[in-house]
T-cell receptor, first 112, second 110 residues
């Protein structure tokens, strides 16, 4: 029973070509997060939503945007991907702020 | 700036032995502590959570927390080859403040 679903699992895009990653959850959690994880590094929080309230981390590049049209879905838009944006993108949810994160399987983004 | 420090390893442990993973954190206000296991190319999976000083046991796993020393550890008893993975320590306590360490790469040698 998948709880946090990410699509696609693997995404290849060209340098500068916009790409959208999607995340959905069946847990009805209030909080949804997007993390970026590069090889051998800690997951880095990009944004999170508490219900509809959007919270952007101070060092998240403007190139990254997010949308949460309803409780179940959240999207990550990368407007002009650069080679340095190649990473695993992890969506996570939690029932409340500060609580355990339930991670989706991730989307591996390759930029050519 | 909140920081979580872990020895990146690799930490090599013989099968059947106890693996001990350590983590220190800088934010004294942290209230929640988590250990995640991450296999190569996969997403993190929650192993243990701990909120109070002392030990918490779950099967072969024991989490230990010492808030005075700002130290949290994970013990894995009877280590199995399937325990080979990267273990991420994470701490948090605020509205969004879950901070991850870079992880310790654990190798269980058959």
């Amino acid at each position: 029973d998948a709880m946090v679903i990410q699509n696609p699992r693997y995404q290849v895009t060209q340098f500068g070509k916009p790409v959208t990653l999607s995340c959905s959850q069946t847990l009805n959690h209030n909080v949804m997060y997007w993390y970026q994880q590069k090889s051998s590094q800690a997951p880095k929080l990009l944004f999170h939503y508490y219900d509809k309230d959007f919270n952007n981390e101070a060092d998240t590049p403007d190139n990254f945007q997010s949308r949460r049209p309803n409780t179940s879905f959240c999207f990550l838009d990368i407007r002009s991907p650069g080679l340095g944006d190649a990473a695993m993108y992890l969506c996570a949810t939690s029932p409340e702020s500060g609580a355990v994160r339930y991670f989706g399987p991730g989307t591996r983004l390759t930029v050519t | 700036q909140k920081e979580v420090e872990q020895n990146s390893g690799p930490l090599s442990v013989p099968e059947g032995a106890i693996a001990s993973l350590n983590c220190t954190y800088s934010d004294r206000g942290s209230q929640s502590f988590f250990w995640y296991r991450q296999y190569s190319g996969k997403s993190p999976e929650l192993i243990m959570s701990i909120y109070s000083n002392g030990d918490k046991e779950d099967g072969r796993f024991t989490a230990q927390l010492n808030k005075a020393s700002q130290y949290v550890s994970l013990l894995i008893r009877d280590s199995q080859p399937s325990d080979s993975a990267t273990y991420l320590c994470a701490t948090g306590g605020g509205a969004d403040g879950l901070t991850f360490g870079k992880g310790t790469h654990l190798i269980i040698q058959p």
